[in-house]
């Protein structure tokens, strides 16, 4: 093999113990090689002639112990620079010609001929999978014969061919024999609003648990027997109580504590549209629903937002299919019905 890049001509110690060259002249040269590690050759090998057609060139070899596959190409020999230089090679990379000349007499090479006609090599490969495979085939024992059923599925056909046991072929029949089951969407479900709206905390006051206070705090209350209840501070002096309290009356109605003491914002301020590209169609999935104990606290407290007015179905909705219309002229939120219509993947 002809290198520009090598500064040596370099043969393998295979190539040199079975041609029976003579004796290695030891010179103590250490060569870096193109990742810049050190190699230590042999040996030189002086004076060998290496025939190119009909020419003979006298070069100088270092012999480098190299590892040599037994099921790849042999290690070819490296002719470097200073062969080249022996040899007076030219290289026309326009022509795509090699020549060397030799005491007047000059050989030419052809490169693009050369391309075409690659060197037979007669080579066998193998890999190894046997120990993979059996190391899945001892995996496969191990695992419980329930879980592996029921994650490779009942029709699918293992890799290995195992004779089922008594208790594995007990479990296939009784799977088997389950009826199968297609998912079908969930039934919308109605929700019924309560006619009992309710009532401002200034009208009717609720009925709170008052917990205790430190002794720095106290409770105050600004309704009749002891209804509307706010926290004050102990240290504050009769006049001051007094006077916060008149304060605190006059503005009762901003303190906020039940849903029906939240005011509401007109629809032109705050309005929710869900709007879909031309040719969109909405879908669903079926296994996106709630699970029923969660089902029951989500239902109550939608239903407590439709009581206060907060939310209202909307009855034109092409997004979801129709539900039960409730008239509300206030917030345009869907989320009772993308709740109970099946919640879109988009939802």
């Known amino acids: 093999m002809l290198d520009l890049g090598a500064s040596i001509n370099v043969m393998p110690y295979s190539i040199y113990a079975s041609m029976n060259l003579g004796e290695l002249k030891n010179d103590g040269v250490i060569i870096q090689l193109a990742d810049r590690s050190n190699a230590y050759p042999k040996g030189v090998l002086e004076d060998v002639l290496v025939q190119v057609g009909n020419l003979i060139f006298p070069a100088d070899f270092y012999v480098l112990d190299m590892e040599d596959s037994p099921h790849s190409t042999p290690l070819p020999i490296l002719l470097g620079r200073p062969f080249m230089k022996t040899a007076r090679t030219k290289i026309d990379v326009f022509k795509g010609t090699l020549t060397m000349e030799f005491d007047g007499e000059v050989i030419d090479f052809n490169l693009y001929e050369s391309i075409k006609f690659r060197k037979d090599d007669h080579s066998c490969f193998s890999i190894d999978i046997i120990d993979d495979l059996a190391q899945d085939f001892l995996d496969s024992l191990e695992r419980d014969t329930l879980e592996t059923t029921i994650a490779q599925g009942i029709g699918q056909k293992s890799g290995f061919a195992v004779p089922r046991s008594v208790e594995e072929a007990e479990i296939v029949a009784a799977l088997e024999s389950l009826p199968q089951h297609h998912g079908k969407p969930s039934k919308p479900i109605s929700i019924s609003v309560s006619t009992n709206k309710l009532l401002p905390s200034v009208i009717q006051a609720p009925v709170l648990e008052l917990k205790p206070l430190p002794d720095h705090l106290k409770y105050v209350f600004l309704g009749d027997n002891e209804t509307l209840p706010v926290i004050v501070s102990s240290s504050l002096t009769a006049i001051e109580e007094e006077k916060l309290i008149r304060v605190l009356k006059d503005h009762k109605t901003a303190i906020g504590r039940t849903l029906a003491d939240i005011r509401g914002i007109s629809p032109t301020t705050c309005m929710h549209r869900i709007l879909l590209e031309e040719g969109a169609k909405p879908t669903r999935e079926a296994q996106r629903r ?21 939310i209202y179905p909307i009855s034109n909705s092409r997004w979801v299919s129709p539900c039960n219309v409730f008239q509300n002229p206030h917030w345009d939120v869907p989320l009772p019905t993308c709740l109970w219509q099946g919640v879109p993947s988009s939802c």
């Open 290 to 310: 709630l699970n029923p104990p969660m089902m029951e606290v989500v239902k109550k407290e939608i239903i407590k937002l439709l009581d206060c007015g907060v």
